[in-house]
Every structure is written in structure tokens, then in C-alpha cells.
């Protein structure tokens, strides 16, 4: 079955691009660009459910969402 997880991308003072997974505790990432970085915290989320899976933990369900505010 499929699971969508949320990522947050952040952009680094130093130009790069950091990502992390709030439903996968300590699963983050980072790339030079921002398509870099969602490639990438793509690559660690699988890494992190395979080792969940090896180790016959469980894998958390994603509760977080996304939410765009505009402030005028």
C-alpha cells in the first residue's frame, strides 16, 4: 500500500537545500537545488522504511500535511 509523506524542503543560507520527514524521526536530507533535495529525502525515506522493514518495526503512518498560508 501506498503512503504519501510530507517533506519540508528549506533553503540553507549557503544556497543549498535541506529536507526532513516529520513523520520519520531523524530521516532528513539535503541536495544542492531544491529538486536535488526532494530526490534525494525520496531516497532516504525508502533507506529508512527498508531498515524498518529488516528490522520488523513498524512503519509509521504519515499524520502530517502541508499548508500554504498567505498573509496579505
Not at 536535488?36 to 531498515?51: K, Q, S
Request: with cysteine.
Amino acid at each position: 500500500m501506498s503512503k504519501t509523506y510530507v517533506a519540508l524542503l528549506e533553503q540553507a543560507s549557503d544556497g543549498g537545500w535541506g529536507a526532513l520527514v516529520p513523520d520519520l524521526p531523524g530521516c532528513f536530507s539535503w541536495g544542492e537545488s531544491r529538486a536535488d533535495a526532494a530526490r534525494n529525502v525520496r531516497d532516504a525515506i525508502e533507506t529508512y522504511i527498508d531498515a524498518l522493514r529488516e528490522l520488523n518495526e513498524p512503519i509509521p503512518e504519515p499524520h502530517s500535511f502541508a499548508e500554504s498560508i498567505s498573509i496579505p
